[in-house]
């Protein structure tokens, strides 16, 4: 994980806390969108997702005593987020699944339409095989290969130890070969 893109963010939150109110927007700007799929992660639905994010950020602007700078504030937010989600998550009644949005597609100039329909192909996929693993591993593997965060990082967001997200990490990614797999010329 890269400490200047860690130092940045703690940077950010400090111009904000000393009055530079453009210090926040660009915290903002960086995490909501990682925080918004992680949390949808969570509740299985992106207004949702998305409230609770507003949340996440609500609650660093609200309770500025509680960030110490001992610990990154990306992976702060990450944990006051999962505490929003899993709030939630105990207290709603109902609440509605949705499948994760598609990917947009991005067509470059010199890819064939064969090598565009493969590549959307080999996308929805991963999506959907993504989807059948239980929550915890796609949790896990957002956190660890998507946020970048260490087994120790992603393990305290999770309330977990380094060790059960190894092993979730570990029976996700044999879970995804054996699914992936089935789909034959795909991934070939």
């Given at each position: ?12 939150y400090r111009?904000?806390l000393d ?94 339409p064969e ?74």
């Amino acid at each position: 994980m890269d400490s200047k893109a860690t130092d940045h963010g703690a940077q950010c939150y400090r111009r904000y806390l000393d009055g530079d109110e453009s210090g926040f927007d660009e915290l903002l700007k960086t995490h909501r969108d990682s925080l918004t799929f992680f949390i949808q992660r969570y509740v299985h639905d992106e207004s949702i997702a998305e409230d609770l994010c507003i949340d996440t950020f609500m609650e660093l602007l609200l309770h500025k005593h509680r960030y110490n700078f001992k610990i990154p504030l990306k992976n702060y937010l990450f944990i006051i987020a999962r505490s929003r989600a899993v709030d939630y998550l105990r207290h709603a009644k109902k609440f509605a699944t949705v499948e994760l949005s598609e990917a947009e597609n991005e067509t470059a100039h010199d890819q064939t339409p064969e090598e565009i329909l493969l590549k959307n192909e080999q996308s929805r996929a991963l999506n959907r095989a993504m989807q059948s693993l239980p929550d915890e591993m796609q949790i896990a593997m957002h956190l660890v290969y998507l946020e970048e965060l260490s087994y120790k990082e992603a393990a305290k967001v999770m309330k977990r130890s380094p060790k059960q997200v190894d092993n979730l990490l570990t029976r996700a990614k044999a879970a995804l070969r054996t699914t992936l797999s089935k789909e034959g010329d795909l991934f070939s």
